[in-house]
T-cell receptor, first 111, second 114 residues
Framework: RKEVEQDPGPFNVPEGATVAFNCTYS??????FFWYRQDCRKEPKLLMS???SGNEDGRFTAQLNRASQYISLLIRDSKLSDSATYLC????????????FGTGTQLKVEL | ETGVTQTPRHLVMGMTNKKSLKCEQH?????MYWYKQSAKKPLELMFV???????ENNSVPSRFSPECPNSSHLFLHLHTLQPEDSALYLC?????????????FGSGTRLTVV
């Protein structure tokens, strides 16, 4: 089983739609969770951390379910500029406290 | 300059060449990392340095040789590479290896081995 697993997509959605991505992780001892965004041929950039109680940043909502070992990202009112690959990222201690990345979910927002 | 800067942005090298990738961070971080990103694969951790000391070598072939002279600079020396080593090499830094913070990445060096 992969350490961090995501549906690669692509998810093609119309502008204004709500879209959700899920991610599962294998190590129950993982302590920190993040969503990163990566644009084509660019470096990954931190989108948001994911907290146990769930957290929201504008149109983006992240949730963590430790019992089921999955993380979700909800994007409301999608914009064309949201088109990117969204990377689910998990941090140790099982992985030696380093970040472990999923392969990413590609989102394409269309007119 | 701010953030994490990597040079060169692009590199084409032959299998018998020797080249070096450079990374510099201006964030006052104490941990630095090299990652490899190949097409359709997740980012693969290569090396970790914490306070200039290497704390992880993720079974990376010896043709990749890291160097960390201080907490702000990280190099990746390359020699006798193979075509399958062609990838995007990303440097990242964080406040500490043990902290719960995320990483700041550089723009990467896109390496092509011919």
């Amino acid at each position: 089983r992969k350490e961090v697993e995501q549906d690669p997509g692509p998810f093609n959605v119309p502008e204004g739609a709500t879209v959700a991505f899920n991610c599962t992780y294998s190590n129950s001892a993982s302590q920190s969770f993040f969503w990163y965004r990566q644009d084509c041929r660019k470096e990954p950039k931190l989108l948001m951390s994911v907290y146990s109680s769930g957290n929201e940043d504008g149109r983006f909502t992240a949730q963590l379910n430790r019992a089921s070992q999955y993380i979700s990202l909800l994007i409301r009112d999608s914009k064309l500029s949201d088109s990117a690959t969204y990377l689910c990222v998990v941090k140790g201690p099982g992985g030696g406290n380093k970040l472990t990345f999923g392969t990413g979910t590609q989102l394409k927002v269309e007119l | 300059e701010t953030g994490v800067t990597q040079t060169p942005r692009h590199l084409v090298m032959g299998m018998t060449n020797k080249k070096s990738l450079k990374c510099e961070q201006h964030l006052g971080h104490n941990a630095m990392y090299w990652y490899k990103q190949s097409a359709k694969k997740p980012l693969e951790l290569m090396f970790v340095y914490n306070f200039k000391e290497q704390t992880e070598n993720n079974s990376v072939p010896s043709r990749f040789s890291p160097e960390c002279p201080n907490s702000s600079h990280l190099f990746l020396h390359l020699h006798t590479l193979q075509p399958e080593d062609s990838a995007l090499y990303l440097c990242a830094s964080s406040q500490s290896e043990q902290g719960a913070d995320g990483y700041t990445f550089g723009s990467g060096t896109r390496l092509t081995v011919v």
